[in-house]
């Protein structure tokens, strides 16, 4: 549980007259981090880990995006706010964060922080290729590499397959250099899986990044266990469907056998779904409230879903 001291020095980080109606929400987020029970025991107990196959590296099974979230301005509310939400996500034990050259400067922002609060050698930092030459990946790798402020991440993935005959080929050369230590692939659409499954096929991989969720549960026909049988590890994203499912929710009660799966909110939720399926090493919601990056961190503890659970909710949401 976090000592009074890091609460005063985190409140001080943030900067804000007291009058400014972002300060109260803050304050509220640091006094939940400050006096919540389930952070004691999340620090005791841990994060449920799953182990990336080419290497056996556990990794926990709820990590962080940057897409949307990480899209501030430096020095401001949302930028200090998001302090308090990374000092609540490595605090509760998560360490795997995504981020990219082209979600808005998200990733600038997240090297900023990450070097600001000396959380670096605690990240598990993926980032992509979004290039569509290999002059231009060079470029754009070198810069990536100043706007993270490193000098190597831990995974590197070709974004949404651009260009992939080409950078995946770059990809493995930085692998060799010791520039990342893994090498993946991304998409987030259902119509990008078959070729997502076609690539697992015929090419070596350490970690493909898909869609999967309540709402579109496609990955689990054939994607998800194929990368079960290569030993590809799996980053899930939209997990919310961007959202959406908050909306379809709103104002209703969690199903009657959620509370055995220590579920107390949707997020949690939506996120367990994911995690249960085998396939899955880590779901990668993104979040700039640091209420919420507590409550999604929750889903990484206590049983997951069984599969009558999770066929009563593609059920629920088709």
Known sequence: ???????????????????????????????????????????AGGLLTRTVPSTGEALPVIGAGTS???????????YQQ??????????????????SPNYGGADSILGQLLEEGGWHRQCFLATKIAADSRAAAQAQWADSLKRLRTDRVDLLQIHNLRDWQTQLPYARELKQQGKTR?????????????????????????FIQINYSVNAPHAAREL????????????????FDDGRLFARVKDQPLPAWAAEAGIGSWAQLFLKFAISHPAVTTVIPATGRPERQLDQLKAGHGPLLSQAQQQ???????
């Open 224 to 239: 998800l266990p194929l990368c079960q049988s290569k030993g590809v590890a799996v980053l899930i994203n939209r997990a």
């Open 82 to 99: 998001l302090n308090v939400v990374l000092k609540a996500f490595f605090d509760g034990g998560g360490n795997v964060i995504d981020t």
């Open 182 to 206: 893994y090498v993946g692939i991304t998409h987030y659409l259902n119509n990008g899986h078959d070729e997502v499954a076609s690539i697992v096929r015929r090419e070596p991989l350490d």
């Open 1 to 43: 549980m976090y000592a009074r001291r890091d609460v005063l020095r985190a409140s001080a980080a943030l900067g804000l007259l007291a009058c400014s109606p972002w300060l109260h929400a803050a304050s509220a987020a640091l006094g939940l981090l400050a006096c919540s029970p389930w952070l004691h025991a999340a620090s």
């Open 312 to 318: 009563a909710l593609i059920e629920q949401f088709a």
């Open 68 to 78: 949307g979230s990480f899209e501030v301005q430096a020095g401001s509310a949302e």
